[in-house]
């Protein structure tokens, strides 16, 4: 499986972005398609994931500011980022597999400013 990741950039606080992943398989045939980010000096942690049957699971500190969703017929997975604040600034991963078979696309960068 392949997954291919964009859509980072710079915004100030309170701003959105949607990242998009390309993923190189059917979505349907992938049990687990998720978001992770690793800021600078930090350990990477999950953002959340949406599992085969379209369920979602986001980490605390989303707070309902992000939203994951897929698009069956583009094979492809998104990130919706709201009321971003600086301490979302980080390299975003996707990341999309089946266990125990977990596969990691390139990040992109978010940078958010005060």
């Known amino acids: 499986v392949q997954l291919q990741a964009s859509g980072g950039g710079s915004v100030q606080a309170g701003g959105s972005l949607r990242l998009s992943c390309v993923v190189s398989e059917s979505l349907l045939s992938i049990h687990t398609l998720g978001w992770y980010r690793q800021a600078l000096g930090k350990q990477r942690e999950a953002v959340g994931v949406?599992?085969?049957?379209?369920?979602?699971h986001y980490a605390d500190f989303v707070k309902g500011r992000f939203t994951i969703s897929r698009d069956i017929a583009k094979n492809t997975l998104y990130l919706q980022m709201n009321s971003l604040e600086p301490e979302d600034t980080a390299v975003y991963y996707c990341i999309g597999g089946s266990s125990p078979n977990y596969y990691w696309g390139q990040g992109t960068e978010v940078t958010v400013s005060s």
């Open positions: 949406i599992i085969q049957s379209g369920t979602t």
